[in-house]
């Protein structure tokens, strides 16, 4: 089991930076592939980005790449989404999620443990 709580999330102008941060309580973070997922109102709950437990992949959605970057920091039991020139279409709640193993995935249905979510909205 881990717990995840997220944190960052906030209202900024478009082209803003936000950073997001996720701490694990629980089992040794490092066994857990992890990532992010947002949802818009309205829509369905979408891959962000992921980061395998040795923090040797990476892989995001089309949507981000060149502006959201993911690392983690396994002695902190941290996970964070540093966002970059955001847009209104960014606008969403960000879920932090975790799975066991070291293999990148890409459906919501794929990841065990999930935070509350922390809320994004880019104002035009």
């Known amino acids: 089991q881990v717990q995840l709580i997220e944190s960052g999330g906030g209202l900024v102008q478009a082209g803003a930076s936000l950073r997001l941060s996720c701490v694990g309580a629980?089992?040794?973070?490092?066994?857990?592939?992890m990532g992010w997922f947002r949802q818009a109102p309205g829509k369905e709950r979408e891959f962000v980005a992921a980061?395998?437990?040795?923090?040797?992949?990476?892989d995001y959605t089309d949507s981000v790449k060149a502006r959201f970057t993911i690392s983690r920091d396994n002695a902190k039991n941290t996970v964070h989404l540093q966002m970059n020139d955001l847009k209104p279409e960014d606008t969403a709640v960000y879920y932090c999620?975790?799975?066991?193993?070291?293999?990148?995935?890409?459906?919501?249905?794929?990841?065990?443990?999930w935070g509350q979510g922390t809320q994004v909205t880019v104002s035009s």
């Open positions: 999620v975790a799975r066991l193993g070291n293999i990148v995935a890409f459906r919501a249905e794929s990841y065990d443990y």
């Open positions: 629980g089992r040794p973070f490092s066994v857990y592939t």
């Open positions: 980061i395998n437990y040795s923090g040797g992949t990476t």
